[in-house]
């Protein structure tokens, strides 16, 4: 088992840290579709956000143990106006984001969400002074084109769908500034902050929409937060290895995993604009 782990290891550092941000994009990716398959299922019962408050506090729980082993020392951050910044735009892009999950279709919720490449790309531009290339911009639109065949035939502007652009809009903007936090801060510092954060202002309305849960129903937001820490702790190692908007385009990985989930869980079939996109 020693030899086989130094063979990946090996094959791992003689990856160009493109093809590493692309790794760790692909993981979350597939991660977060497993997070949102579990939040919709929580949502057939539960407020989407008391899911979002559980979804900030377990995750913050988690990541406790990795900060006491590296030491308090490794919280300290010359950018806590940042941080701040950026948990409160998380914290609401989360509570967004698992509204949209459970009102919609898990795939039409995804596709939403991509949403935000359109978004990212002028703000990787402006505030990370990234270069958009003629190749960038075709991906992300075809990408993009893909969205809207796949929301077309269900064009109506419900509240749902506006939170879900909400959420893609709020998300860019974290993106640019976990970028910003990456380049100073560990990926275990920037999801401590974003987790407490997120879940001091998701628990009001967590409070105010309570519903006890059941003994499966705990495991199922236990596994649900893991996924998404785990998730978010690949996206924030994926943007801080490579260019935002070379990683942006891999991200519509989501959509075929959130197809699959919803067919296998839900009995969400794709008809055939969906599968077009």
């Not at 495991?219 to 190692?237: D, N, V």
């Not at 385009?249 to 989930?261: D, I, K, N």
Request: aromatic share 12%; hydrophobic share 60%; charged share 10%.
């Amino acid at each position: 088992s020693d030899g086989l782990l130094r063979r990946w290891q090996f094959r791992w550092k003689s990856l160009s840290l493109t093809m590493r941000g692309i790794v760790w994009v692909l993981l979350s990716a597939m991660l977060f579709s497993m997070m949102g398959a579990l939040a919709k299922i929580l949502g057939n019962r539960i407020d989407s956000f008391q899911i979002a408050f559980f979804r900030a506090f377990f995750g913050f729980l988690l990541i406790v143990p990795f900060v006491l082993k590296a030491g308090l020392s490794g919280l300290q951050t010359q950018q806590p106006v940042k941080h701040l910044v950026r948990g409160l735009i998380g914290g609401t892009a989360m509570m967004c984001g698992f509204y949209a999950v459970v009102h919609l279709p898990l795939a039409d919720a995804t596709a939403i969400s991509f949403a935000r490449a359109l978004f990212l790309a002028p703000l990787a531009a402006l505030f990370l002074g990234e270069r958009i290339g003629w190749r960038r911009t075709v991906a992300t639109l075809a990408g993009f084109g893909g969205v809207i065949m796949m929301t077309r035939p269900e064009g109506a502007l419900l509240l749902a769908t506006l939170i879900a652009l909400l959420s893609a809009a709020l998300v860019a903007g974290v993106v640019i500034i976990v970028k910003q936090l990456s380049r100073a801060d560990t990926p275990a510092t920037l999801i401590f902050y974003s987790s407490a954060i997120a879940a001091l202002m998701t628990a009001i309305p967590a409070v105010m929409f309570w519903v006890q849960p059941t003994v499966a129903e705990w495991l199922l937001l236990i596994a649900m937060a893991m996924c998404g820490t785990m998730a978010q702790s690949c996206f924030i190692r994926g943007y801080a290895t490579a260019d935002a908007t070379t990683l942006a385009p891999f991200e519509y990985t989501r959509l075929l995993f959130a197809v699959a989930a919803g067919f296998i869980l839900f009995s969400e079939i794709p008809d055939a604009w969906a599968m077009g996109g």
